[in-house]
C-alpha cells in the first residue's frame, strides 16, 4: 500500500511539473515572440528613421587631400554612394582649391554661395563673421550624439569649439615629427634617433660636411620650412620650452619670455652658430626636397604624408627612411613635443535641411568612415579611437606621430585675424621668424612682431 501510495503521488507529482513545464514553455514562447516582433518594430522604426531624409541632396565643399587627386574622388564616391543607400541622402561634393578656399568659405560666412556642409579651418575667424542669417551652425548636439568632447584631441577641440559652443566635428589632424635617413644613421655609427635638443645638435653635427670655404655640402638638420616657413617649426619649439603664444584668454601675446626667447635662440643657432642647418628663407627652398636628393640626414617637423610623398618622389628611399617623436628641449617625459593642427566639418545656417546635414556630418565622421579616409588620403585624425587603431599603432612610422599627438600643444589660436597674423611671407609671426634665421637680434625681432601683431588687432 505504501508502495502504491507513493507511486501515485509521484504520479501526481510528475503530471503536475509537466503542467507548470508547459504552461512555462508556452509563456515563454510568447515572450519570445513578442520580443522579436518588438525587435522588428525597433529595426522597423530605425530604418524609417534612417529614410527619413530620403529625396534630400545636400552640397558639401572640401579641400584636396593626398598625392593622387583620383584617390579622393574614389573615396569620396564611396563614401556618399553607402550614405546614400544608408539613408536615402545624395551628396554632391566639391573639391575646392587650397588657394580658392578661403575666399569661398568667407563669402559663404558673410552672404555669398554657401554649401550645406563644408570642411574648414580657421572656425574662430568664420564664427565671428557670422550672422543670425549666414555663417556657422552651432552644433553641440551632434558632438554628445558622437560621445562628447572626449572623443577628440585637445587640439581638435580648441579647432572646432568656440565659447563653449561646437560649430563642427573635429576630423583631419596635422602633427609634426623627426624625419630621418637611416642609411645616413648607419654610415655614421648612430643607432637611435636623438630624444633632446642637445642630441639633435650632437648627431646632426655627425652628420654635417663642409667643404674647404666651411659651406655646408651636407646638412645633417633641416627645419621643415616649405616655401621657406620657419613658423611652424618654430611653433614646435616654443611648446617644447613650456611656452605659449598667448595668454589663456587670448587676449595677450606671450611669446617674448624666456621660453620664447630660448626657442628662437635655438632655431637660429642651428644655422648661425652650430652650423648644421642651411639656411634658405627663398620660398624655392624645400627641405623636403633636399632630403629626398640626399643632401639633409634630418628634417625637424615633418608631416604624416610625407612618406608617400617620398616614395613617389624618389623610390629609392624607400625602406631608407623613418619617422620619430620631435626631441624635447629638456629631459621632462611631460613636455610637449610638436604643435598640432585639426580641422572641423561644419554645417551652414543657410542649408535648407539641417537635419539632413548633421546625418551627414555624423557619418562622414564616423569613427568607421574616418579611419578609411586616413588610410586612402594618408591623413592622421583628430578622433582618439581613431588613432588607436593598429593601422596607426602598429605601422612605425605613424605611431611616431600617435606618441607626438598625445602631447601636442594646438597651433593655429582662435582668433579672428590668425590667418592675417601668421600670414606667409608678411605677417608678423612669420616675418619674426625668417629675420631670426638671418641673424636678427632676438630682442629686437620680438619686438618688431609684437608692434605688428598690435597693427593688425586680435
Given at each position: 500500500m505504501k508502495h502504491k501510495k507513493w507511486m501515485v503521488w509521484g504520479l501526481a507529482a510528475l503530471l503536475s511539473t509537466g503542467a507548470i513545464a508547459g504552461c512555462s514553455t508556452e509563456k515563454a514562447t510568447q515572450e519570445t515572440t513578442s520580443q522579436e516582433q518588438k525587435t522588428e518594430v525597433t529595426k522597423g522604426d530605425e530604418a524609417k528613421k534612417e529614410k527619413s531624409h530620403e529625396g534630400t541632396e545636400l552640397t558639401f565643399w572640401m579641400q584636396p587631400y593626398g598625392t593622387d587627386p583620383a584617390n579622393q574622388t574614389a573615396a569620396m564616391d564611396k563614401v556618399t554612394s553607402d550614405f546614400f543607400e544608408k539613408t536615402g541622402i545624395k551628396v554632391n561634393y566639391t573639391i575646392n582649391d587650397w588657394s580658392s578656399a578661403n575666399q569661398k568659405l568667407t563669402l559663404a560666412c558673410t552672404g555669398g554661395e554657401?554649401?550645406?556642409?563644408?570642411?574648414?579651418?580657421?572656425?574662430?575667424?568664420?564664427?565671428?563673421?557670422?550672422?543670425?542669417?549666414?555663417?556657422?551652425?552651432?552644433?553641440?548636439?551632434?558632438?554628445?550624439?558622437?560621445?562628447?568632447e572626449s572623443s577628440w584631441y585637445?587640439?581638435?577641440?580648441?579647432?572646432?569649439?568656440?565659447?563653449?559652443?561646437?560649430?563642427?566635428?573635429?576630423?583631419?589632424?596635422?602633427?609634426?615629427?623627426?624625419?630621418?635617413?637611416t642609411e645616413d644613421f648607419n654610415k655614421a655609427g648612430i643607432t637611435e634617433a636623438p630624444k633632446t635638443w642637445d642630441e639633435l645638435v650632437e648627431t646632426a653635427k655627425k652628420l654635417t660636411t663642409t667643404d674647404d670655404n666651411g659651406n655646408i655640402t651636407h646638412a645633417g638638420l633641416a627645419w621643415y620650412s616649405d616655401m621657406g616657413r620657419y613658423d611652424q617649426s618654430w611653433f614646435s619649439m616654443l611648446a617644447q620650452c613650456g611656452g605659449q603664444l598667448m595668454n589663456e584668454d587670448f587676449t595677450e601675446f606671450t611669446f617674448n619670455s624666456a621660453e620664447g626667447k630660448k626657442s628662437l635662440q635655438f632655431l637660429s643657432d642651428c644655422i648661425n652658430k652650430y652650423k648644421i642647418c642651411n639656411s634658405s628663407v627663398d620660398a624655392s627652398y624645400d627641405a623636403l626636397t633636399e632630403f629626398m636628393g640626399g643632401n639633409v640626414s634630418m628634417v625637424f617637423g615633418g608631416a604624416a604624408d610625407n612618406r608617400t610623398s617620398i616614395i613617389n618622389a624618389a623610390p629609392q628611399m624607400e625602406n631608407k627612411f623613418a619617422a620619430a617623436p620631435m626631441p624635447l628641449a629638456g629631459d621632462a617625459e611631460n613636455e610637449n613635443h610638436a604643435i598640432a593642427f585639426s580641422a572641423p566639418i561644419a554645417v551652414f545656417k543657410t542649408t535648407q535641411n539641417p537635419e539632413a546635414a548633421k546625418e551627414w556630418v555624423k557619418y562622414f565622421c564616423s569613427e568607421e568612415v574616418q579611419l578609411y579616409l586616413s588610410k586612402q588620403l594618408s591623413l592622421l585624425n583628430s578622433n582618439i579611437n581613431v588613432m588607436k587603431d593598429p593601422y596607426f599603432t602598429e605601422d612605425a612610422w605613424l605611431n611616431a606621430f600617435v606618441e607626438t599627438s598625445k602631447n601636442s600643444q594646438a597651433g593655429d589660436m582662435p582668433l579672428t585675424t590668425w590667418s592675417q597674423l601668421d600670414a606667409w611671407p608678411d605677417g608678423p609671426i612669420p616675418k619674426m621668424c625668417s629675420e631670426v634665421v638671418n641673424g636678427t637680434d632676438i630682442d629686437s625681432a620680438i619686438e618688431k612682431c609684437i608692434q605688428g601683431l598690435k597693427t593688425i588687432g586680435y
Open positions: 554657401a554649401p550645406d556642409v563644408a570642411d574648414i579651418f580657421f572656425t574662430n575667424s568664420f564664427v565671428e563673421m557670422s550672422t543670425d542669417e549666414y555663417g556657422l551652425l552651432e552644433i553641440n548636439d551632434v558632438i554628445e550624439d558622437m560621445g562628447g585637445s587640439a581638435g577641440k580648441d579647432e572646432a569649439c568656440v565659447n563653449g559652443k561646437w560649430y563642427g566635428v573635429p576630423w583631419r589632424f596635422d602633427t609634426r615629427v623627426l624625419i630621418y635617413n
